[in-house]
T-cell receptor, first 114, second 114 residues
Framework: DSGVTQTPKHLITATGQRVTLRCSPR?????VYWYQQSLDQGLQFLIQ???????AKGNILERFSAQQFPDLHSELNLSSLELGDSALYFC?????????????FGNGTRLTVT | AQKVTQAQTEISVVEKEDVTLDCVYE???????LFWYKQPPSGELVFLIR??????QNEISGRYSWNFQKSTSSFNFTITASQVVDSAVYFC???????????FGAGTTVTVRA
């Protein structure tokens, strides 16, 4: 068990809808990352937060947004969903914002858009 | 930009055989970090190892060993005496000195047959 908690485990929704994925980092970790894993794109970095502030942005669509709250949990909001958004979404956390500590991943949220 | 290549898409072995997974990386950074992650059929991403670019010592952890060769930009992973529980997708990843995200390879699917 990595200590990173993601909810829900599975999500099935229709095109055009909006969903929120939630992540609680490991105790003591200040940095949260979101990744998307799809068959065609592999594991892609979306966004990183450190202690409530956005630190780095990857290939995140404008329809997607995220935030990290004062209690350090994070939410990834996906709106105007398309079939191509179906993927496994991972949250990861680390102690620091940089490279001195490895990322520990949650079990992921599997999103299916129908 | 960071790039990781895992040329082997799938490897199938019989239990107790050794299996080596190749990872070749590209980076312009002097300082960088290399990682291996395991993704079993249950879907979670499990951290296995992190190595920084200044530490070229090989590492052994139980049946797992890693061979880091800066001269060939490779960070290969060997599973000795493989077991069915080793069946998973294995990802090699890289992060740069000022790069807070992990760039993942496409992954190698290892199937260990009893």
């Amino acid at each position: 068990d990595s200590g990173v908690t993601q909810t829900p485990k599975h999500l099935i929704t229709a095109t055009g809808q909006r969903v929120t994925l939630r992540c609680s980092p490991r105790s003591g970790d200040l940095s949260v990352y979101w990744y998307q894993q799809s068959l065609d794109q592999g594991l892609q970095f979306l966004i990183q937060y450190y202690n409530g502030e956005e630190r780095a942005k990857g290939n995140i669509l404008e329809r997607f947004s995220a935030q990290q709250f004062p209690d350090l949990h994070s939410e990834l909001n996906l709106s105007s969903l398309e079939l191509g958004d179906s993927a496994l979404y991972f949250c990861a956390s680390s102690v620091e914002a940089g490279n001195n500590s490895p990322l520990h991943f949650g079990n992921g949220t599997r999103l299916t858009v129908t | 930009a960071q790039k990781v290549t895992q040329a082997q898409t799938e490897i199938s072995v019989v239990e107790k055989e050794d299996v080596t997974l190749d990872c070749v990386y590209e980076t312009r950074d002097t300082t960088y970090y290399l990682f291996w992650y395991k993704q079993p059929p249950s879907g979670e991403l499990v951290f296995l190892i992190r190595r920084n670019s200044f530490d070229e010592q090989n590492e052994i952890s139980g049946r797992y060993s890693w061979n880091f060769q800066k001269s060939t930009s490779s960070f290969n992973f060997t599973i000795t005496a493989s077991q069915v529980v080793d069946s998973a997708v294995y990802f090699c990843a890289l992060s740069g000195e000022n790069d807070y995200k992990l760039s993942f390879g496409a992954g190698t699917t290892v199937t260990v047959r009893a």
